[in-house]
Structure formats: structure tokens, C-alpha cells
């Protein structure tokens, strides 16, 4: 329908932003996290380093659109071509990006996190405290506590190796809506001969 139509070209225009921003054009980016032992007091401290922080705060409202009950919304975008378009080749893309998306959103801290720190949540639990949370990106509860430096961070360094990931299938769906609408005689290779994720 013209509706469905509309959201998948708003769809495009929105991850069209991610594209072309700084850290969408960035080449790979290494995330490190580094943990200290003090001795002395038995104190670990965490930390971590990936994208430069402006430039990824800066996408995170985009970001986030894919995310919301909204009319781009990752899954309902996949639901409108998977029921919609007739073309096997293109819902076998949907499929895998689906896959992917969840894998990525299921991924836990490593198991020194969840033992040390207690940092248990998955990429997906951290994305909802950062993107709906008081005291993540748009919200802010005055009276929760702080939280602490080192599960902060570990979240941190899961979102931003996360985020290239999640790109990844945002780019396919942005492909099938590309092939479907734009280029229906242009060749698509199989989601099973292609490794182009990061």
C-alpha cells in the first residue's frame, strides 16, 4: 500500500543518516575494554574505549527510531516486506538480518563481567536503559542511585561493538527495500555466499 510504501522510503532515509555520518563512514573501530587491580585495596576498576563519544551520541537519536514502536521500527519494517514481497531471494535477506539482530541483541558481558561486576544484562537490557532508562540518554530520575563506573562501562564497550553489527542488518533491510522498490532487475547474492558483516 502507498502507507507501507512511505515507511519503507522513511526507513531508508533515516539509516541514509547513519550512512553518512562520521562514525557510519568511519572504517572499523577497534573497542577496547581495560580492567585494573589495585592491590592495595582490592579495588578493580573498568573502563573502556570505541567510538569517539560525541560522534556516537550524536547518531543515537537516529539510532533509537529503529528501536521505538514506531513506524521504522527494525521489526515492523521487516514484517511489512517479509508479508509483502513476493520475491523469495530478498524475504531469505529479511530472515538473516532478523537472525542477526537478535543474536546481537541477546549477547551477554563476558563471564570475568558477570562474575566480578555483576554485570549481567544482556545488549538489548542495555540499549533499553540507555534509549527508555531514568538516567540513560532522554530520561532522568534524580533520585536513583548512580550506577556504578565499571557496569557503565562494560555496557558501554557491548553497545559500541554492538552498534556496527546492528548497522550491518539495518543496511540489508535498507538493501531489500533498495532491490524491491528501486532495482527489481538487479541481481541479489545469496545471504549465504555473503561474510560482509563486521
Known sequence: TNEETLK???????FDRIRRSSIGQAKKVQVKKTTNFDF??????????????EQFQ??????????L???INFGHICNIIYQK??????????AEARKRWQENLRQLPEEFDRHFHQATGSVEEAIEKLFYGYGGLFHVDVNAPEEEQAVAAIEGAMLHRA?????????VVDSVIYW???APDEPVP???KTEGEQ
Open 180 to 182: 524491491w522498490l528501486d
Open 163 to 171: 552498534f556496527p553489527r546492528l548497522c550491518w542488518c539495518l543496511n
Open 69 to 71: 514502536q514506531d513506524s
Open 85 to 94: 514481497c513476493d520475491r523469495e531471494e530478498l524475504k531469505a535477506w529479511i
Open 58 to 67: 550524536s547518531q543515537l537519536p537516529v539510532f533509537r527510531q529503529f528501536f
Open 8 to 14: 519503507l522510503r522513511a526507513f531508508h532515509r533515516q
Open 40 to 53: 592495595k585495596t582490592g579495588e578493580i576498576s573498568t573502563s573502556f574505549s570505541g567510538y569517539e563519544p
Open 190 to 192: 545469496s545471504p549465504t
